[in-house]
Nanobody, 120 residues
Framework: QVQLVEAGGGLTQAGGSLRLSCAAS????????VGWFRQAPEKERRLVAS????????YYSDPVKGRFTISREIAKNTAFLQMNNLKPEDTAIYYC?????????????WGQGTQVTVSS
């Protein structure tokens, strides 16, 4: 079983920065894909960025390319999302999620979410 705990959300002004963290416990992430999703009020939850734990390969959705950076610290089993030049439309609850790429089955493990609010 994998437990994910997010931290680092908060309130900032447009143009500001925040750094989210996702600490994992329960097992090593060696074969996992770890992603950050976000869900704004009355909107669908969408993938923002992901990182393949073993290789470090990353993916970014178009709205955040060039502004957000996903990374991981293997020794601490922790993933990060550095968010720069934040915009009001980035306001959402941000969730960390993980999927075992050997087993598949979709994004099985989720954190509790952390609120990010960007004021104009």
């Amino acid at each position: 079983q994998v437990q994910l705990v997010e931290a680092g959300g908060g309130l900032t002004q447009a143009g500001g920065s925040l750094r989210l963290s996702c600490a994992a416990s329960g097992r090593s992430f060696d074969r996992y894909l770890v992603g950050w999703f976000r869900q704004a009020p009355e909107k669908e939850r969408r993938l923002v960025a992901s990182v393949m734990w073993s290789s470090g390969a990353t993916y970014y959705s178009d709205p955040v390319k060039g502004r957000f950076t996903i990374s991981r610290e293997i020794a601490k089993n922790t993933a990060f999302l550095q968010m720069n030049n934040l915009k009001p439309e980035d306001t959402a609850i941000y969730y960390c999620a993980a999927v075992d790429t050997d087993l598949g089955g979709g994004w099985k493990y989720w954190g509790q979410g952390t609120q990010v609010t960007v004021s104009s």
